[in-house]
């Protein structure tokens, strides 16, 4: 009866390591889809920001080239 209780109880632990081991890899997962998601979000903002500095820059000129203060 114990022989029989502790391969139970071996299994059980087995499952529950198993358990943990995948939540950890949901986790890892997620955790990278969310790293992903943000720096292709951060990227984004850089082009867009880029894009403005570069439109005010020739906004600039063009008031450089009219006089325009």
């Given at each position: 009866a114990e022989?029989?209780?502790f391969?139970?109880?071996?299994k059980?632990?087995?499952?529950?390591?198993?358990?943990?081991?995948?939540?950890?890899?949901?986790?890892?997962?997620?955790?990278?889809?969310?790293?992903?998601a943000?720096?292709?979000?951060?990227?984004?903002?850089?082009?867009?920001?880029?894009?403005?500095?570069?439109q005010?820059?020739?906004?600039?000129?063009?008031?450089?080239?009219?006089n325009?203060?």
């Open positions: 022989y029989s209780q391969i139970a109880r071996k059980r632990v087995k499952e529950e390591v198993q358990e943990d081991e995948q939540q950890e890899e949901e986790e890892a997962r997620r955790t990278r889809g969310e790293r992903e943000r720096e292709k979000a951060i990227a984004e903002a850089s082009l867009t920001i880029q894009d403005l500095e570069q005010f820059s020739d906004i600039g000129q063009v008031d450089e080239d009219l325009i203060e």
